[in-house]
């Protein structure tokens, strides 16, 4: 096709910067934690006496279910504002409303 343009980008980076409206909490074992993060966070001083660390997730993070709903929708928000819409036959595929009928 003449005149075809195409173009991809990874949004892993989008996806997991994405702020969580309602933060999560996970319990962690120390032995667990790599020391690096340990000496970093100073997590050693917020034990609890069963061994465990309290974590607050405030963004994304791989198999957060809530963490792709909200990176979806401000990615439907930021596009839309640009003028773009998902494809309904191929999921993921943005196309600019300029190019032609939905």
């Keep these: 096709m003449v005149g075809a343009k195409f173009f991809t980008i990874d949004i892993k980076n ?4 994405t702020h969580l409206e309602i933060y ?10 790599p020391d690096d993060m340990i000496e970093e966070y100073q997590l050693a001083n917020n034990v609890t006496k069963d061994g465990f ?4 997730i405030r963004k ?3 198999g957060l279910p809530q963490a792709g709903l909200s990176a979806q929708e401000l ?3 930021g596009l839309a504002d640009k003028e ?14 300029l190019a032609g009928v939905r």
Excluded: A, M
Excluded at 14 to 17: G, I, K, T
């Design 75 to 77: 990615l439907e928000k």
């Design 53 to 56: 660390v309290y974590v607050e």
């Design 84 to 97: 773009y819409y998902q494809s309904t036959h191929i999921p993921g595929i943005w196309i600019p409303i």
């Design 60 to 62: 994304g993070v791989y």
């Design 14 to 17: 989008f996806y997991l910067n």
């Design 24 to 33: 999560e909490y996970v319990r962690l074992k120390l032995p667990d934690v």
